[in-house]
């Protein structure tokens, strides 16, 4: 088992630019996270799933979004990158509420943005 | 919302001492209290949780204590190694149970 999977590893945009970060777990997870951590900040919720089709705002959610097409896959978007998204994020995903139950962690996306 | 307090933010010990450290959280009907270890270019992995239905867990040279009334919880790591250099996060959920708020992290730097 691959575990929690994201893609790319690295990514530099420029100020405007789209990408879409990848995370896949081959876990047969019903809930996935996205996380950013800043130096200093902890780690801090984006957007989060609790089942295929559903997905639902954390504490930072504005200027990302988000879509969960397939169980195993969730899509965090970026549609207008800017500096303030300079940070490493961090996909998780859990059997059970994450309240509740060990969230598994993927190895992060650092993207630059310049 | 749930809010975590994570005390110290670094703390640097000889190999061989003892590391403790400290969170405290806001909602009292919290009852899941789990520590994540984050290594280097690494995403953050469980070590050791906690419900409230017990004061505290061990798990080998790793302890957690909870004390409910204070709304605090603690990490110990005894006999420390610099292989347990590394980010140590605490969190407690938000009410519904959905997501957990994590503290601001605490860098453990052991010296050989």
């Known amino acids: 088992n691959a575990g929690v999977t994201q893609t790319p590893k690295f990514r530099v945009l420029k100020t405007g630019q789209s990408m879409t970060l990848l995370c896949a777990q081959d876990m047969n997870h019903e809930y996935m996270y996205w996380y950013r951590q800043d130096p200093g900040m902890g780690l801090r919720l984006i957007h989060y799933s609790v089942g295929e089709g559903t997905t639902a705002k954390g504490e930072v959610p504005d200027g990302y979004n988000v879509s969960r097409l397939k169980k195993q896959n969730f899509l965090l978007g970026l549609e207008s990158a800017a500096p303030s998204q300079t940070s490493v994020y961090f996909c998780?995903?859990?059997?059970?509420?994450?309240?509740?139950?060990?969230?598994?962690f993927g190895p992060g996306t650092r993207l630059t943005v310049l | 919302g749930e809010n975590v307090e994570q005390h110290p933010s670094t703390l640097s010990v000889q190999e061989g001492d003892s590391a403790v450290i400290k969170c405290t959280y806001s909602?009292?009907?919290?009852?899941?209290f789990p520590w994540y270890k984050q290594e280097l270019g690494k995403g953050p992995q469980l070590i050791i949780d906690i419900r409230s239905n017990v004061g505290e867990k061990k798990d080998q040279r790793i302890a957690v204590t909870l004390n409910k009334t204070a709304k605090h919880f603690s990490l110990h790591i005894t006999e420390t190694q610099p292989e347990d250099s590394a980010v140590y996060f605490c969190a407690a959920p938000q009410a519904g149970y959905s997501t957990l708020t994590f503290g601001k992290g605490t860098m453990l730097l052991v010296s050989p």
């Open positions: 998780a995903s859990s059997l059970g509420l994450a309240g509740n139950n060990e969230q598994f």
């Open positions: 909602d009292s009907a919290s009852n899941y």
